[in-house]
C-alpha cells in the first residue's frame, strides 16, 4: 500500500517535496515512479528510483526536480523546484514489482498506485 501526501499550494517559483510511503517489509526492492495527472490530461511520468537507485526523469521536469528513497523509512521523494503554474496536478506515486527490470517510462510496469496528493502552483 503507498500513501502520497505533502502537496499544497505554491507559488510559481517555489519548492515543494511530496513523499510517497510504502507498507511492507521488503520496500527495497521495489523501484518507485512519480507521476501526475493535470485536469484534462492524460497522466504523465516524471521521475522513477530503481531498486538499486538509478534515477530516470522526464525531459519537462530533469533539472528541477529530483527523486530519492529513504529504504530505512520505506518513504520515496520526489523534491520540486522552481515549480510553475503548468505544474499544477494530482501527483501519484507508483512502484513495479521486485527487482524490476523493465522501463521505469512505462506506466504499465506499475503494480500498485498511491491515491495521490494536490499540487496547485498560483502565478
Known amino acids: 500500500q503507498l500513501q502520497a501526501f505533502g502537496g499544497g499550494l505554491v507559488q510559481a517559483g517555489g519548492f515543494l517535496r511530496v513523499s510517497c510511503r510504502a507498507s511492507g517489509r521488503t520496500f527495497s526492492i521495489y523501484g518507485m515512479g512519480w507521476f501526475r495527472q493535470a485536469p484534462g490530461k492524460e497522466r504523465e511520468f516524471l521521475a522513477a528510483?530503481?531498486?538499486?537507485?538509478?534515477?530516470y526523469y522526464a525531459d519537462s521536469v530533469k533539472g528541477r526536480f529530483t527523486i530519492s528513497r529513504d529504504n530505512a523509512k520505506n518513504t520515496a521523494y520526489l523534491q520540486m523546484n522552481s515549480l510553475k503554474p503548468e505544474d499544477t496536478a494530482v501527483y501519484y506515486c507508483?512502484?513495479?514489482?521486485?527487482?524490476?527490470?523493465?522501463?521505469?517510462?512505462?506506466?504499465?510496469?506499475?503494480?500498485?498506485w498511491g491515491q495521490g496528493t494536490e499540487v496547485t502552483v498560483s502565478s
Open positions: 507508483a512502484a513495479v514489482g521486485p527487482y524490476y527490470s523493465g522501463s521505469y517510462y512505462d506506466t504499465d510496469g506499475y503494480r500498485y
Open positions: 528510483i530503481s531498486w538499486s537507485g538509478v534515477k
